[in-house]
């Protein structure tokens, strides 16, 4: 089992029965192929940078100084655009019998607005590379500028624009920790995403439960493939249906195909399982070997795959529609 899987719809089981978006989700707009412009800028370049800056303090492995210090980055930065940062923090013992510290960062922007919606992504990377073609470097940390410090960099960039004008809503982004260190051969599906699953268990706030939640993860590689993933079109369709009809008209429909996808075992589960319907903006290629890109889970997950135009199309789609409200 890999860490994201592959479905044949004709033969996937839904793993909450009868669960979709809420009705809150389902007030979203879909009936104007128009959007109205954010009223701030989404700057590629930047992002490109918190991609760059990310990958400067080595393999984000739970446990090791890189991680510490990249989190400690990750929380100033945050502070530094007027976010609430909340950082929850534990312990979870890994399928291989580790413990590991956890440490996820929450920012709030527009923090009295009563609607919310979450945004997240993870900021960990994988310990091993296991999917390398080179067997010689298969237990070396992978370097993650595509999954994931694509979608954080994305999420720090919007959090950055954000801080010139406030949205009507609230917004609250979520860089979850200790996602990546999962059996990838015992087909251990809750050895995944273990930072939200803590999260899920215990929210960082008492009732917490925004309208919505969008996952970004390898949203950064020059050719990606964005494709309506399986669960998030069974939880939240409506939500799938606005981001994609926002790119289509902003576009970015070379990046954004309205067309569906494999179920993936990814953070947005374990939201959705809370009851905050959530979907997953996630790169998949269904003629590759894994179904992702060609350097997932390798050494090869550098910056050199990583395009600001890109990290341009999903901020600027997300900023238009938090601003649409």
Same mark, same amino acid.
């Given at each position: /089992?890999?860490?994201?899987?592959?479905?044949?719809?004709?033969?996937?089981?839904?793993?909450?029965?009868?669960?979709?978006?809420?009705?809150?989700?389902?007030?979203?707009?879909?009936?104007?192929?128009?959007?109205?412009?954010?009223?701030?800028?989404?700057?590629?370049?930047?992002?490109?940078?918190?991609?760059?800056?990310?990958?400067? *303090?080595?393999?984000?492995?739970?446990?090791?100084?890189?991680?510490?210090?990249?989190?400690?980055?990750?929380?100033?930065? +945050?502070?530094?655009?007027?976010?609430?940062?909340?950082?929850? %923090?534990?312990?979870?013992?890994?399928? $291989?019998?580790?413990?590991?510290?956890?440490?996820?960062?929450?920012?709030?922007?527009?923090? =009295?607005?009563?609607?919310?919606?979450?945004?997240?992504?993870?900021?960990?990377?994988?310990?091993?590379?296991?999917?390398?073609?080179?067997?010689?470097?298969?237990?070396?940390?992978?370097?993650?500028?595509?999954?994931?410090?694509? @979608?954080?960099?994305?999420?720090?960039?919007?959090?950055?624009?954000?801080? %010139?004008?406030?949205?009507?809503?609230?917004?609250?982004?979520? +860089?979850? $920790?200790?996602?990546?260190?999962? =059996?990838?051969?015992?087909?251990?599906?809750?050895?995944?995403?273990?930072?939200?699953?803590?999260?899920?268990?215990? /929210?960082?706030?008492?009732?917490?439960?925004?309208?919505?939640?969008? &996952?970004?993860?390898?949203? @950064?590689?020059?050719?990606?493939? *964005?494709?309506?993933?399986?669960?998030?079109?069974?939880?939240?369709?409506?939500?799938?249906?606005?981001?994609?009809?926002?790119?289509?008209? +902003?576009?970015?429909?070379?990046?954004?195909?309205?067309?569906?996808?494999?179920?993936?075992?990814?953070?947005?589960?374990?939201?959705?399982?809370?009851?905050?319907?959530?979907?997953?903006?996630?790169?998949?290629?269904?003629?590759?070997?894994?179904?992702? *890109? =060609?350097?997932?889970?390798?050494? =090869?997950?550098?910056?050199?795959?990583?395009?600001?135009?890109?990290?341009?199309?999903?901020?600027? %789609? &997300?900023?238009?529609?938090?601003?649409?409200?």
């Amino acid at each position: /089992m890999i860490r994201y899987f592959i479905i044949a719809l004709s033969s996937i089981i839904l793993l909450l029965g009868g669960c979709s978006s809420t009705s809150k989700s389902e007030k979203i707009a879909q009936d104007t192929d128009t959007v109205a412009a954010a009223p701030v800028s989404f700057n590629a370049d930047s992002a490109y940078a918190f991609v760059q800056r990310q990958c400067q *303090f080595g393999p984000r492995v739970p446990g090791t100084d890189a991680h510490r210090r990249c989190g400690d980055y990750l929380v100033s930065t +945050l502070k530094s655009y007027g976010t609430t940062v909340i950082e929850q %923090t534990g312990k979870v013992t890994t399928f $291989d019998g580790v413990n590991l510290p956890l440490r996820n960062i929450i920012a709030q922007i527009n923090v =009295d607005a009563e609607t919310r919606i979450l945004l997240l992504a993870h900021w960990d990377c994988r310990p091993w590379a296991d999917k390398d073609p080179n067997p010689a470097k298969r237990r070396t940390p992978v370097m993650g500028a595509n999954d994931a410090a694509s @979608g954080v960099a994305v999420l720090l960039e919007m959090a950055r624009a954000m801080q %010139t004008k406030l949205p009507n809503i609230g917004v609250d982004i979520m +860089l979850v $920790d200790v996602e990546d260190w999962g =059996d990838d051969e015992g087909g251990n599906d809750d050895s995944w995403a273990l930072g939200t699953q803590y999260w899920a268990r215990n /929210m960082h706030q008492q009732g917490y439960h925004p309208m919505y939640g969008i &996952l970004l993860d390898m949203v @950064g590689a020059a050719d990606a493939s *964005f494709l309506q993933e399986y669960y998030s079109m069974q939880y939240a369709p409506a939500v799938v249906r606005e981001v994609w009809r926002i790119a289509a008209a +902003l576009g970015h429909s070379n990046r954004f195909f309205s067309k569906p996808g494999g179920g993936i075992n990814d953070d947005h589960l374990p939201v959705n399982r809370a009851g905050v319907p959530c979907i997953d903006i996630i790169d998949m290629r269904m003629d590759s070997q894994y179904g992702f *890109f =060609d350097a997932w889970h390798t050494t =090869d997950d550098v910056m050199r795959h990583i395009s600001p135009a890109t990290l341009g199309a999903v901020g600027e %789609t &997300l900023l238009t529609l938090i601003y649409s409200y």
